[in-house]
């Protein structure tokens, strides 16, 4: 007799506006330095260099079900928790070196998101040539609002906003995106073979910096519910 094996946590899942269904997360998948001011002011160099991707995992990814403030947990291990607010895209479907012109049909929809980084770890990681899962996918890290599906109203040139405790702290457009929605689509699938339910955080703007406990964060991206979390 071998003891009973565990029973897994069902996998995080994401509202859906207009519907009582859940979008699984499969997967999450990130841009680095996709905005050039925010490549700036990560020390980087904001010139079409290829882009480069890394991974949350899908047990950071925090669904937060609607625009009510939300509390978020501020996670252990870290004194400079970093706010990176980005659109997430939902794929519905994926594939092997998908063309950048069929990128677009397999998205499911968009939704607000934070991609949360221990800056200090992520300093000390770049600093001794280390991996950044450690900076990148602490617990609940990855708050991501209801998905709006796709459709032909959803601009990928809308505003990004993100506001702690009522102040503007980052505020751009997603046309300042490096790498588009589709080129990240189709160069990360030559990459990995993309499937239903995984998410790309497609990269945040300029402004990025620490929030502490107690303070509320608000998301807003053009076409998609607004998020509020309060870090607690
Ligand atoms: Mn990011």
């Not at 706010?83 to 990128?103: R, T």
Request: proline share 8%.
């Amino acid at each position: 007799m071998v003891p009973a094996v565990p029973v897994l946590e069902p996998r995080p899942s994401l509202a859906i506006v207009g519907s009582a269904a859940r979008f699984p997360v499969r997967r999450a998948f990130c841009i680095g330095r996709n905005y050039a001011a925010h490549a700036l002011e990560m020390g980087g160099n904001p010139d079409r260099e290829p882009p480069f991707f890394f991974m949350k995992l899908a047990e950071a990814i925090q669904p937060i079900e609607n625009s009510a403030e939300t509390p978020l947990a501020y996670p252990a291990m870290t004194s400079d928790y970093h706010h990176e607010v980005e659109l997430v895209v939902a794929l519905a479907s994926g594939g092997k070196d998908i063309a950048e012109k069929d990128a677009m049909k397999h998205v499911y929809g968009f939704a607000a998101g934070l991609d949360m980084t221990r800056r200090d770890l992520q300093g000390e990681a770049k600093k001794l040539g280390r991996p950044w899962e450690i900076a990148k996918s602490a617990d609940a890290s990855g708050p991501v609002g209801p998905i709006t599906p796709a459709s032909d109203a959803f601009s990928l040139k809308g505003n990004i906003r993100l506001t702690v405790d009522g102040k503007v702290r980052q505020d751009a457009t997603m046309a300042a995106m490096i790498w588009s929605v589709p080129e990240q689509i189709a160069i990360l699938s030559r990459y990995f073979e993309l499937k239903a339910g995984d998410l790309i955080f497609t990269g945040t703007p300029e402004g990025v910096a620490a929030v502490t406990r107690g303070q509320v964060m608000t998301v807003d991206i053009e076409g998609v519910t607004p998020i509020t979390v309060r870090l607690v």
